[in-house]
């Protein structure tokens, strides 16, 4: 079985601080995702990476940053985290073929 | 904007009976559609995934895909208290690129 991790299942942050989600996948997987969830949004796509220090931006980038230093392993940065980042983070991985992507547990962050 | 659309429910339905989720999206070049399940507090599941026009079916899940009416849906039989959650649709285009849809919520009653 796949099996994609998260370092935190809930997160409190105050405005400003600089914020790390670590997400690792067991697979030997090519791709990696960021997504946030929001009510009634939907999941929308942050960042993805196809490979060890590849990413691409997806729908919405702003305020966020990521890091893929090994295959398993891609993180997302929040540079200076804001009250609108609040919100459920779901990292997801991917391999090469037309599978789906497996989530992770997800991360229940909360910016006051 | 690539946009997929699903009615946000509640659908309510009783045990037992079929349960009908729908969802239509926007692009014409999308290549792949997916139906997850996602339990409150937890991350999406893999439901059923779907790529041609027709029907799949898995168990008591049967997919339906239309691409001329830009249309997929998820039937569930014999509809469980346990099939209680939100479904989500993803329709998948470029390869890394998913759009969600924002779900629609089954509630199954005994």
């Known amino acids: 079985d796949v099996k994609v991790t998260q370092s935190s299942r809930y997160l409190v942050k105050r405005t400003g601080e600089k914020v790390f989600l670590e997400c690792v996948q067991d697979?030997?997987?090519?791709?990696m995702f960021w997504y946030r969830q929001d009510p009634g949004l939907g999941l929308r796509l942050i960042y993805f990476s196809y490979d060890v220090k590849m990413k691409e931006k997806g729908d919405i980038p702003e305020g966020y940053s990521v890091s893929r230093e090994k295959k398993e392993r891609f993180s997302l940065i929040l540079e200076s985290a804001s009250t609108n980042q609040t919100s459920m983070y779901l990292c997801?991985?991917?391999?090469?073929?037309?599978?789906?992507?497996?989530f992770g547990p997800g991360t229940r962050l909360l910016v006051l | 904007q690539k946009e997929v659309e699903q009615n946000s429910g509640p659908l309510s339905v009783p045990e037992g009976a079929i349960a009908s989720l729908n969802c239509t999206y926007s692009?014409?070049?999308?290549?792949?559609f997916f139906w997850y399940r996602q339990y409150s507090g937890k991350s999406p599941e893999l439901i059923m995934s779907i790529y041609s026009n027709g029907d799949k079916e898995d168990g008591r899940f049967t997919a339906q895909l239309n691409k001329a009416s830009q249309y997929v849906s998820l039937l569930i039989r014999d509809s469980q208290p346990s099939d209680s959650a939100t479904y989500l649709c993803?329709?998948?285009?470029?390869?890394?690129?998913?759009?969600f849809g924002s779900g629609t919520k089954l509630n199954v009653k005994p």
């Open positions: 997801a991985s991917r391999g090469l073929s037309r599978e789906t992507q497996y």
């Open positions: 692009d014409r070049g999308s290549q792949s």
């Open positions: 993803a329709v998948n285009e470029d390869f890394n690129k998913f759009y």
């Open positions: 697979m030997d997987h090519e791709n």
